[in-house]
């Protein structure tokens, strides 16, 4: 085989920084929907099977309505995955061309992943009241099921971008002797980060849902309908919450031994130390935190449980292969600031209904819960700028820099802009779809007045707070 | 060898089910841009979304296997073609996130006004993005996609006579397939007379694609020679004359009112031309780069041949199901199923010990998770994790706790600070 003409060298780009702001825009649009894709059927299944073990048409209502929001959220989902794939070319033929045969099976198979969902959600919105109910109620499964397996996919080739492995790089620079499953799945990086991906999917799909029915009670809308509606997720957001602090913890303890530029990043940390303290707050510049407030010790004993740990600095390695500090550091701050509020709002929920066995009543708890929402995307977007900043100048750490994977293209400009304009359409249309349908008008009460537990506390809609708030 | 062409046989089957799936998706874009005004047209395109949207989602994931499948076997082809094509792959794209924001809003209205804006930059993006691949096609087959970043021209790499003509035959053919496979689902619903205008509409579709074909092949007589060649001789005329067979094949089909194999026929038509330029262009996939040389290592090969392999045993079955569903009707809005039976028991009640047991689990998970050095302790902590939320989720029982009547209506909290 000729040596050169398997390779793609690297271009000359002026537009560098508008490529990766094209990708992380693309990215941000499509995040918020893989959380959704992962968490979401699930709860819609949960509210069905309650339908069919009970009778209570309260919950096929719920499960119906649902169902359109997931199709709405789907359809928005499939074409931003779509131009997440295409970037890959479009943006980084280097990354592509060159490992594309390292890491490429797991897109494959997160192909057949994207199949079934696509399969089995066609089958289960269209087959409401068409297929047998218990046919039906399984169709749900394997989108469940394909949510999870295709985060596993996409998150185990990030987990090989930060921690690669699998392939030799030769004397002529070429990538031989592949090993495409020790590549993917022999990596012992990346299960931290589908755990904590995982939760966070769960977190921002049940915050995001419980935060529009909070919303909603705010403005006095309480019907068993949206007290079930506002239950289901955040419960499922509140199991999450307190179990990502414990597992943001363990990733953070892997990133300190196999990435410790980023950790030194995340933390402003320009020299290495032994017993390093832990910076809250502040910002980075001339190689120290100025205005943080430090915390002695607490950096060694979280990275490697010892009072005296050495820390590795930025100064391990080159100023051209240090990544930006204070992008990475607030991203991380703000993380885990929002991650830590969103857990005590967690605790707090299941504190009451421990203790009162009841639903919260103050109306301190739905505005933190509309906050939440919003928030825990902000906590989701935070996490992923710091491991995919964190990881520059590289994009397959320690192998292949961004710069040499950019495409040559000079169009990227034009592209970012109408991208931008596009995505900003895609954004009002799928507002206002979900705005249409939470509008529409509920489905009349059942004439079969024989049907028993359906809605005590008086329909959907119904005005259950307003005279005592 | 083998294994090399296998893989690159698995891209190609991708890229003719996606033509003769998706691009039959896209061509029910185009009748509904053409579809007309009043209740026909809206009959028509009414017609056209109901028989595609609970399929195309489907039908559009064929064309990220096929992309994930040649970065994956031939990464410097793929890298090649996507630099370079930037722009009307670019141009794809924008049109196929608008087909997809459109499906996301036509759930959400049934106010004709918006339904017609919806429509209307439904089909645009319908056209574009078919026009757009197939001009890629025409630029890959034309020899004008170099090997290198971004190592061909930007524009005139898709903007001659013969991509061109590509992309009005991916327009065209995609017309034409819809038109066959519509006019049999309109089968199911024969009082609307939906066949006949779909028939019609088959007949326009076939002369124009065949039109768009010989002119194609007369531009690459001069401006593609190599292609010319291909398609004239061995393998690659085989195709060309069994896509025209099939192509009469379907017409004659279709004039007798025998959809159903017309549907057959339609698609091998399609899916031979696509043969055709695979074979005209063999062993090159560019300019300079054979299969061989472009293939991935086999330790890749193989892996691509075995995850496809799985992957189809539970993806064929699962579409065949779907199909199966909607060609039957089964899907249709009008269709009503069986009624559910429901026990008559009341429902059981939440064990008491659950949010303890959920607390111990999450206790243990934790201890482990933090403090075990070893890979074992990490992965009991994460099952003690999963088990602690399926206790925790049961003890909270949301349902039960929703179905409560809001006490504070009627009592005040018992005490302490009522949330």
């Not at chain 1, 403005?219 to 990502?244: C, H, I, K, N």
Request: with cysteine.
């Amino acid at each position: 085989m000729p040596p050169t003409v398997s390779q793609l060298p690297p271009a000359v780009q002026a537009y560098l920084l508008e490529a990766r702001q094209m990708q992380a825009m693309s990215f941000m649009v499509h995040i918020p929907l893989v959380c959704f894709g992962i968490a979401f059927p699930a709860m819609v299944a949960f509210v069905e099977w309650r339908y069919l073990r009970t009778g209570d048409v309260l919950y096929r209502t719920l499960a119906r309505r649902w169902t359109k929001v997931m199709v709405t959220l789907f359809a928005a989902g499939v074409v931003t995955g779509t131009v997440l794939s295409f970037e890959l070319g479009l943006l980084w033929p280097g990354f592509t061309g060159n490992f594309g045969s390292v890491f490429g099976l797991g897109f494959a198979i997160e192909g057949f992943s994207f199949f079934l969902e696509a399969i089995f959600l066609g089958i289960y919105v269209y087959g409401w009241d068409r297929l047998p109910p218990r046919v039906h109620f399984v169709c749900a499964l394997p989108i469940v099921f394909a949510g999870i397996l295709g985060s596993f996919m996409v998150i185990a080739v990030n987990g090989w971008m930060n921690h690669p492995q699998g392939f030799t790089v030769d004397a002529q620079g070429r990538v031989t002797d592949i090993r495409p499953f020790q590549a993917l799945f022999g990596n012992t990086y990346f299960w931290h980060e589908l755990v904590h991906m995982y939760l966070a999917g769960n977190m921002v799909a049940g915050f995001l849902v419980a935060a529009a029915y909070a919303v909603g009670r705010l403005r006095g809308r309480w019907g068993r309908y949206e007290r079930t509606a506002f239950a289901v997720p955040l419960s499922v957001a509140a199991m999450a919450a307190p179990t990502q602090i414990i597992v943001g913890d363990w990733a953070a303890r892997d990133v300190a031994t196999e990435q410790p530029v980023k950790l030194a990043a995340i933390e402003g940390l320009s020299q290495t130390a032994n017993g390093v303290a832990e910076h809250v707050l502040g910002y980075y510049t001339d190689g120290r935190v100025e205005y943080g407030i430090a915390i002695p010790h607490l950096l060694s004993l979280l990275a490697f449980h010892s009072w005296n740990a050495t820390i590795q600095g930025l100064d391990t390695v080159p100023v051209a292969d240090q990544p930006p500090v204070n992008i990475v550091r607030f991203a991380f701050q703000t993380m885990v600031g929002v991650g830590t509020l969103l857990a005590l709002l967690a605790v707090v929920y299941m504190f009451i209904v421990w203790r009162y066995r009841r639903l919260p009543i103050t109306r301190w708890f739905f505005r933190a819960v509309a906050v939440a929402g919003p928030l825990s995307y902000l906590a989701l977007i935070g996490g992923w700028v710091t491991t995919e900043v964190g990881r520059q100048p590289w994009v397959v750490y320690d192998y292949l820099r961004t710069a040499a994977a950019v495409t040559g293209a000079t169009s990227i400009p034009v592209g970012f802009g109408l991208l931008a304009a596009a995505y900003a359409a895609l954004i009002a249309g799928t507002f206002w779809a979900l705005y249409r349908l939470a509008k529409s008008p509920m489905p009349p009460a059942p004439a079969d007045p024989a049907r028993r537990l359906l809605q005590p506390s008086g329909g959907p809609g119904a005005q259950g707070l307003t005279a005592v708030d | 060898m083998i294994l090399r062409l296998a893989v690159l046989a698995i891209a190609l089957a991708g890229l003719v089910l996606y033509t003769v799936l998706a691009g039959a998706d896209f061509g029910a874009g185009f009748w509904q841009l053409a579809a007309g005004t009043g209740e026909r047209g809206r009959d028509l395109r009414d017609h056209a979304h109901r028989s595609i949207a609970p399929v195309w989602e489907a039908n559009h994931v064929w064309l990220v296997l096929v992309i994930t499948v040649l970065w994956t076997g031939y990464p410097t082809f793929f890298g090649s073609v996507f630099s370079t094509l930037a722009v009307p792959l670019f141009l794809a794209l924008l049109g196929i996130i608008f087909r997809g924001l459109c499906y996301a809003l036509h759930t959400a209205t049934e106010d004709p006004r918006e339904r017609r804006v919806i429509d209307a930059t439904f089909s645009i993006s319908s056209i574009v993005t078919p026009f757009m691949l197939g001009a890629c096609v025409g630029a890959i087959a034309s020899g004008r996609v170099p090997v290198g970043n971004a190592a061909g021209n930007l524009f005139s790499s898709w903007t001659n006579a013969t991509s061109l003509l590509s992309g009005f035959m991916a327009v065209s053919t995609g017309a034409f397939l819809a038109a066959v496979y519509l006019a049999a689902d309109a089968r199911r619903s024969p009082g609307a007379g939906l066949d006949k205008a779909f028939r019609g509409r088959a007949f326009a579709a076939a002369v124009v694609t065949g039109a768009l074909a010989l002119a194609a092949l007369g531009v690459a007589h001069s401006d593609a020679p190599t292609l010319f060649h291909g398609l004239t001789r061995g393998l690659g005329l085989a195709a060309v004359i069994v896509s025209a067979v099939a192509a009469l094949a379907g017409i004659g089909l279709v004039a007798v009112y025998r959809f159903g194999i017309a549907r057959i026929a339609a698609a091998v038509a399609v899916a031979a031309l696509l043969c055709g330029w695979a074979a005209a262009q063999r062993p090159y996939l560019l300019p300079g780069l054979t299969v061989r040389d472009a293939a991935a290592g086999n330790g890749t090969l193989i892996a691509v041949v075995v995850a496809v392999a799985i992957g189809a045993v539970v993806l064929f079955p699962s579409l065949a199901f779907l199909f199966r569903l909607s060609l039957a009707g089964r899907l249709d809005p009008d269709r009503r199923g069986p009624r559910p039976q429901h026990p008559d028991h009341e429902d059981a009640r939440r064990p008491a010990w659950a949010g303890r047991a959920g607390l111990a689990c999450w206790v243990i998970g934790f201890v482990l998770l933090v403090f075990s050095d070893v890979d074992a302790g990490h992965v009991i902590a994460i099952i003690a994790f999963a088990v602690a939320a399926l206790l925790g989720l049961t003890a909270l029982g949301p349902d039960q706790l929703a179905a409560q009547e809001s006490p504070v209506l009627t009592v005040p909290p018992p005490e302490g600070p009522s949330f």
